[in-house]
T-cell receptor, first 114, second 117 residues
Framework: GAGVSQTPSNKVTEKGKYVELRCDPI?????LYWYRQSLGQGPEFLIY????????DSGLPNDRFFAVRPEGSVSTLKIQRTERGDSAVYLC????????????FGPGTRLTVL | AQTVTQSQPEMSVQEAETVTLSCTYD???????LFWYKQPPSRQMILVIR??????QNATENRFSVNFQKAAKSFSLKISDSQLGDAAMYFC??????????????FGQGTILTVHP
């Protein structure tokens, strides 16, 4: 079946604008994760969902960042009033559920804030 | 808080040779999971190998094997018979036991592996 997909692949925006990044997990996967990867660094955890609810949002850097997963499948990461420091690759991953420990990653969205 | 350290920013190896990538971590937990992920220029993170801390036997996946030293909190990756397609950034990652941190992977800084023909 298809893997995790993310859209758009690249997003360029201006400082202060609002952006939405989309993640389509592997069909049937109940757990979904967002990470942020700055240039030359390892990914950093942002948030994870089990079903529709955010089970852990401790990695969200501030209240400009918000994520939803209203039907327990597709998730959207929303960033308000973007800043240049938000520029990074945003990675999404999914896993079948808490019973498994393997996360399958998408190709990421590269966000550039000018 | 858990931390993962990869002390080798870059490594290189000749095709068909063996290379070992180092990783150390810090945790107060006794049960956890460790992973090696590969990230080629396409950005897609690919799972290479995983290890459950309660298992004493080192995990192996074809040409990839680990040396898991729980007491030393060390988790190195050995790649045998290196191939050009192994060239990528490699990340070591830690995942804790159940509870609210269950879903969270903590990654190291990565090691860029170059394979010379």
């Amino acid at each position: 079946g298809a893997g995790v997909s993310q859209t758009p692949s690249n997003k360029v925006t201006e400082k202060g604008k609002y952006v939405e990044l989309r993640c389509d997990p592997i069909s049937g996967h109940t757990a979904l994760y967002w990470y942020r990867q700055s240039l030359g660094q390892g990914p950093e955890f942002l948030i994870y969902f089990q079903g529709t609810g955010a089970a852990d949002d401790s990695g969200l850097p501030n209240d400009r960042f918000f994520a939803v997963r209203p039907e327990g499948s597709v998730s959207t990461l929303k960033i308000q009033r973007t800043e240049r420091g938000d520029s990074a690759v945003y990675l999404c991953a999914s896993s079948p559920g808490l019973a498994t420990d393997t996360q399958y990653f998408g190709p990421g969205t590269r966000l550039t804030v000018l | 808080a858990q931390t993962v350290t990869q002390s080798q920013p870059e490594m290189s190896v000749q095709e068909a040779e063996t290379v070992t990538l180092s990783c150390t971590y810090d945790t107060s937990e006794s049960d956890y999971y460790l992973f090696w992920y590969k990230q080629p220029p396409s950005r897609q993170m690919i799972l290479v190998i995983r290890q459950e801390a309660y298992k004493q036997q080192n995990a192996t996946e074809n040409r990839f094997s680990v040396n898991f030293q729980k007491a030393a909190k060390s988790f190195s990756l050995k790649i045998s018979d290196s191939q050009l397609g192994d060239a990528a950034m490699y990340f070591c990652a830690y995942r804790g036991p159940g509870g609210t941190s269950y879903g969270k992977l903590t990654f190291g800084q990565g090691t860029i592996l170059t394979v010379h023909p």
